[in-house]
C-alpha cells in the first residue's frame, strides 16, 4: 500500500513510501510524524499536505518584495545572459578571437577615412607590418585560397555589427528593467513589469 509520511508539526507531507505490514511503515515513519494512506499517485513531498478534507496542494505563502525583487532580477540577468548567447559563441577563447577580429576592423578602418583610401594604404604597408596588425584577416585569405584580405575584414565588420547590435539592445532592456524592478513598490508591479520584457 502506498502512503503518505506527513508532518505532525504543518501537516506537510514528508515522504512517500510503499509498505506491505506495519512493521515497514513505521520503521519509515519518523518521530513527529503520521502514516496515512495515500492511493493518489499525484500526491509529492513537500507539495502536498493533509487537510479536513484530504490532501490539497500545499498553498504557497506570496514571498515579500525584497525576496521576489532578488528573485525577478536574478532572472532577469540570466534571460539576458541566454539571449546573448544567440549572438555570442560561449568559451573565453573563442570571444577574445572575436574581440581581436573587431581590433583588425578598427585597425583598417584607421588607415583612411575612404574605402580607397584604405586599400591604398593597406597595400602600402609593409609585409611586417601588414602581418602583425592583420593575423587573423590574412590567415582566412589564405585558407579561402582569396589573395585580398579586404573581403575578409568587411565579413569580420558584418558579423561584428550584428552582433554588437543585438547584444547592446539586450544590455539596455536588461539594465532599464532591472532599474524598474528596483523602482517597484509592490508585488503586482514587480510582476507585471517581468512580463513586459520584450529582448527583441
Known sequence: MRYAIVRQSDSVVRSIVSADDLETLMMNCPQGCDPVSCPDVSVAPGDWQLGPSGFTPRTMPEPTPAVLRADLIA???????????????????????????QAEVEAYNALATTAAGRVAALLGLAPVARGRRFRFALAEAAARGETDIVKTIERYATGADASNTGTARIEA???????KLQAAKNLAEMRAIYAAVKWQ
Do not use: C, L, N
Open 75 to 101: 532572472k532577469v540577468k540570466q534571460d539576458a545572459e541566454d539571449q546573448r548567447m544567440r549572438y555570442m559563441s560561449p568559451g573565453g577563447a573563442k570571444k577574445a578571437v572575436y574581440s581581436m577580429k
Open 173 to 179: 532592456v536588461e539594465q532599464v528593467t532591472v532599474e
